[in-house]
């Protein structure tokens, strides 16, 4: 790695010291999480001039395995945040899923070129799949 690819990797590592943020935690141990993100100065203290934001989490079940979901609440205190969370894991859930089958739909979408391919250009080995290809005719 060059002294600016270092230099520039230590620049995107700085802390931001006036977007400190404290973290709690909330959870019912079952559906999920809701994060509180308290805006603090760098001293540490309470920052009255930043909102508090609210983050909810939580994970579906799919044929794959868990999907995580984090999605943020438009909340002004705890209760709103709790209120919103159905929803917004809804919706979460949805923009995840057209973002899924987008990319499926990209990668179905590729055109193959012999040599992408490998193996000289017909899936198979050659004509009819020959022996030692993936299709074989019998």
């Not at 060059?2 to 935690?25: F, H, K, R």
């Not at 001039?49 to 984090?70: D, E, F, H, I, K």
């Not at 209760?79 to 894991?89: H, L, W």
């Not at 899924?100 to 179905?108: F, P």
Request: no cysteine; glycine share 12%.
């Amino acid at each position: 790695m060059s002294d600016s690819q270092t230099d520039q990797t230590l620049e995107q590592l700085t802390v931001d010291a006036d977007g400190l943020y404290q973290e709690e935690n909330f959870t019912d141990r079952r559906v999920g999480s809701i994060q509180r993100l308290s805006p603090v100065t760098r001293e540490g203290k309470p920052d009255d001039s930043r909102p508090v934001l609210y983050v909810g989490s939580t994970q579906v079940m799919t044929p794959v395995g868990a999907l995580p979901l984090n999605f943020e609440l438009d909340a002004a205190s705890l209760d709103e945040a709790i209120a919103a969370f159905p929803a917004a894991a809804s919706a979460s859930l949805e923009q995840t899923m057209e973002q899924l089958q987008e990319m499926q739909r990209e990668q179905a979408s590729r055109i193959m070129t012999p040599d992408q391919m490998g193996g000289g250009g017909m899936p198979g080995g050659g004509p009819g799949g020959a022996p030692g290809g993936g299709i074989q005719l019998r």
